[in-house]
């Protein structure tokens, strides 16, 4: 098992990159965190023409919106991350995790070289893959390996 090779070798586009929903620039903060809400996604990419403007996640709710009512009716360009970092679908899994890592990223969108969104990069994107790919490591694992049961089980 070598996860670092591993996630070297692996491109970005081969994750699951789906958690995420989309609007349109100028949407109202309201409709964008309702949005969120009814498709369980923690992150909205903001679109105008088709690309990519801006990002709005949990994060910015919290810091932003949360205790301000008078934001909920502005559009979403007022309080969204402007022209976010990118990456290309192409870029290895542990190159974007180091760039998260560095920039402290949650959400990492993935976009081709036409400019179209294929995604959105995260953690959970990861776990999934080496849940995948070891499986029995990944989702056998007891929460505390190192303890044992006292009897074994069914025994009196």
Request: net charge negative; with cysteine.
């Amino acid at each position: 098992m070598n996860i670092q090779k591993d996630l070297k070798n692996e491109q970005v586009t081969h994750l699951n990159l789906s958690r995420f929903c989309q609007t349109e620039s100028g949407t109202p903060v309201r409709q964008v965190l309702n949005l969120m809400r009814t498709t369980g996604r923690g992150t909205c990419l903001i679109l105008k023409g088709g690309r990519l403007v801006g990002i709005f996640t949990e994060r910015d709710v919290l810091t932003k919106v949360v205790g301000l009512a008078d934001v909920l009716n502005k559009a979403i360009d007022e309080i969204m991350t402007s022209n976010p970092k990118v990456i290309t679908p192409q870029l290895s899994a542990a190159a974007a995790l180091t760039l998260m890592d560095s920039e402290h990223f949650r959400n990492l969108p993935v976009v081709n070289e036409d400019g179209q969104i294929v995604g959105d990069m995260t953690y959970q994107a990861i776990i999934d893959y080496l849940a995948g790919l070891y499986p029995v490591e990944v989702l056998n694992r007891p929460p505390d390996p190192e303890r044992f049961p006292r009897k074994p089980e069914g025994g009196d």
